[in-house]
């Protein structure tokens, strides 16, 4: 059983910036067992979506929304994945949740971010 908690959210003005963490435990053994660790985010009345992910070998990806604000990265001795938001818009208001897949999926619970205009 792995379990996966979020921290890091909070209420920031717009172009402010947060860090997001994401720490596994459990049965993680190790993150390179994880083929894909992504973090997501779903705003009131919205669909979650992806907003980043980064692969076993490292290579990342980001939402065009976030591209150029946002970097992914992981910490394999700290069982923790991070997610650094900066010039933070209101539209990025939303609860973000990570998801690692391996043998099988896993989601946080998520940690809310508000960013107020």
């Known amino acids: 059983q792995v379990q996966l908690v979020e921290s890091g959210g909070g209420l920031v003005q717009a172009g402010g910036s947060l860090r997001l963490s994401c720490t596994a435990s459990?049965?993680?053994?190790?993150?390179?067992?994880?083929?894909?660790m992504s973090w997501y985010r779903q705003a009131p009345g919205k669909q979650r979506e992806v907003v980043a992910g980064?692969?076993?070998?490292?290579?990342?990806n980001y939402a065009d929304s976030v591209k150029g604000r946002f970097t992914i990265s992981r910490d394999n001795a700290k069982n923790t994945m991070y997610l650094q938001m900066n010039n933070l818009k209101p539209e990025d208001t939303a609860v973000y949740y990570c998801?690692?897949?391996?043998?099988?999926?896993?989601w946080g619970r998520g940690t809310q971010v508000t960013v107020s205009s």
């Open positions: 980064i692969s076993r070998e490292g290579s990342t």
């Open positions: 459990g049965s993680i053994l190790s993150l390179n067992r994880m083929i894909r």
């Open positions: 998801n690692f897949v391996g043998n099988l999926g896993y």
